[in-house]
């Protein structure tokens, strides 16, 4: 009767410990062999301490973009609208480089200095996202690089391709 009992308490201990055991064998980079990492093309960006997109599988998670004129780091003209298309519009350029597109952004997630912009915002960022939407996410912040109105994270759903590259 021992033997009955030990033997579903071993295999229950057994697949409990399996998964942790499995976990500590593994190398702690497997994570990042996985994924790859694309780091700035911009001049003004390449010392920075961040990857301009990685790619994990399917998706490509953009940092966050702010308003930031290429090749400078100085924000565009024009408040939070003129910051709000800048900051789109190098979303926009990292994505195709990337091989994908604004259409293929399945999630945002928008920082602003002052949340009485959001509705000036939700008009630039109208122009250039069309329904379906996005999910997303707004929030507001107590400051953000280079003293920048808006900053916006984009994730894009682009499946790898024989050629391992996006689908555009």
């Given at each position: ?86 900051t789109i519009e ?79």
């Amino acid at each position: 009767m021992n033997s009955n009992r030990v033997t579903p308490v071993a295999a229950l201990l057994a697949s409990l410990l399996l998964p942790v055991v499995a976990c500590a064998a593994s190398p702690t980079s497997q994570a990042a062999a996985h994924a790859k990492f694309y780091p700035s093309t911009d001049p003004a960006l390449k010392s920075m301490p961040f990857s301009e997109a990685v790619r994990a599988g399917d998706l490509l998670i953009v940092s966050g973009e702010i308003g930031a004129l290429p090749g400078k780091m100085t924000l565009a003209p024009g408040g939070i609208t003129g910051e709000s298309r800048q900051t789109i519009e190098n979303v926009r350029g990292i994505l195709q480089r990337h091989g994908a597109s604004l259409a293929d952004v399945v999630q945002c997630t928008v920082f602003l200095a002052d949340m009485k912009d959001w509705p000036a915002f939700n008009t630039v960022y109208r122009d250039y996202f069309k329904a379906p939407f996005p999910a997303r996410s707004a929030t507001g912040s107590t400051g953000l690089a280079l003293g920048a109105r808006v900053e916006l994270q984009c994730t894009a759903y682009v499946p790898v391709t024989a050629n391992g590259h996006g689908n555009q």
